[in-house]
């Protein structure tokens, strides 16, 4: 599955918000996100394929975290939109600021 369908659904990026915050077992991610237990390692199971999650364990539990490297791609991929738009932004702010307003 490729990391945008991944990322497509919603509690997906809820989970990788949570433990964006700090590693967590599943138990407080099942009552964080109101979802069932197996839903819950369900979408882990679906993070952790795409390389979004990892997961150690700890005694008795396992512990899963954000891992940066993949969102980091997407963010270097997303630079030239977010470049792109924020020009047409500036533009904007200047068309804007030339507009003889009543309070000039």
Same mark, same amino acid.
Do not use: T
């Given at each position: 599955? &490729? *990391?945008?369908?991944? $990322?497509?659904e919603p509690n997906r990026r809820r989970i990788l918000d949570l433990l964006g915050e700090s590693e967590r077992p599943v138990g407080e991610?099942?009552?964080?996100?109101?979802?069932?237990?197996? &839903? *819950?390692?369900?979408? $882990?199971?679906?993070?952790?394929?795409?390389?979004l999650v990892s997961v150690r364990t700890d005694a008795q539990r396992r512990l899963y975290r954000v891992e940066a490297e993949p969102l980091r791609a997407i963010d270097a991929w997303l630079e030239p939109y977010r470049r792109s738009r924020n020009k047409h932004l500036d533009e904007l702010e200047r068309h804007l600021d030339e507009i003889p307003t009543e309070d000039r």
């Open positions: 599955m &490729a *990391v945008f369908e991944v $990322l497509a991610l099942v009552g964080e996100l109101e979802l069932s237990q197996p &839903a *819950v390692s369900k979408h $882990l199971r679906v993070l952790r394929e795409a390389g």
